[in-house]
T-cell receptor, first 113, second 114 residues
Framework: GNSVTQMEGPVTLSEEAFLTINCTYT??????LFWYVQYPGEGLQLLLK?????DKGSNKGFEATYRKETTSFHLEKGSVQVSDSAVYFC????????????FGTGTRLKVLA | SQTIHQWPATLVQPVGSPLSLECTVE??????LYWYRQAAGRGLQLLFY??????ISSEVPQNLSASRPQDRQFILSSKKLLLSDSGFYLC?????????????FGPGTRLTVT
């Protein structure tokens, strides 16, 4: 079946450090891929998305590239800020037509000043 | 623009009591609707989803149920809560059709069963 695997957290970085959060997926077909962010006590917000191989999603300095050959969608940011502290979820939309979304377990990021 | 509402925002209920959480969506019609649970320190678990009025798909067998009495209303219920039902409940809606459509999440309801 379809699944999403994210790196274990928490990830603790100093301000202005480089961020990578790994995400790999298993799916039949070619799903759309998403990164969501959840700030404390809130719902999830879409951060970025990519719909086909080699697409790069970007938003607020975050980027992720849809890599079909490695079935990956790693999240990166060149210089993190304290305000980026949150939980990040990688997700895919089931391409088989069930309208289901599969989420990873989330990776907590803590950025220290 | 579309808006999704959930209430209540927080809830403390004793074990064995009933539950009703409500979710409504504005600004769109015939959406797909979803209920997720996020237990402390864990990821999102899809509980139910619905592609139309009265159509409910259950992902995980448990003592929860869902109903969709109106196009933009999705209700999560339980007759008797368990301690393990504690968590953060998120409602979401999504566009029909295949491809790149993302989900839009509500603010969530934090449920504590005591």
């Amino acid at each position: 079946g379809n699944s999403v695997t994210q790196m274990e957290g928490p990830v603790t970085l100093s301000e202005e450090a480089f961020l990578t959060i790994n995400c790999t997926y298993t799916a039949t077909g070619y799903p759309s891929l998403f990164w969501y962010v959840q700030y404390p006590g809130e719902g999830l917000q879409l951060l970025l998305k990519a719909t086909k191989a080699d697409d790069k999603g970007s938003n607020k300095g975050f980027e992720a590239t849809y890599r079909k050959e490695t079935t990956s969608f790693h999240l990166e940011k060149g210089s993190v800020q304290v305000s980026d502290s949150a939980v990040y979820f990688c997700a895919l939309r089931d391409p088989s037509g069930t309208y289901k979304y599969i989420f990873g377990t989330g990776t907590r990021l803590k950025v220290l000043a | 623009s579309q808006t999704i509402h959930q209430w209540p925002a927080t809830l403390v209920q004793p074990v064995g009591s009933p539950l009703s959480l409500e979710c409504t969506v504005e600004g769109t019609s015939n959406p797909n609707l979803y209920w997720y649970r996020q237990a402390a320190g864990r990821g999102l678990q899809l509980l139910f989803y619905s592609v139309g009025i009265g159509q409910i798909s259950s992902e995980v067998p448990q003592n929860l149920s869902a109903s969709r009495p109106q196009d933009r209303q999705f209700i999560l219920s339980s007759k008797k809560l368990l301690l393990s039902d504690s968590g953060f409940y998120l409602c979401a809606w999504g566009v029909k059709g295949h491809g790149e459509y993302e989900q839009y999440f509500g603010p969530g309801t934090r449920l504590t069963v005591t």
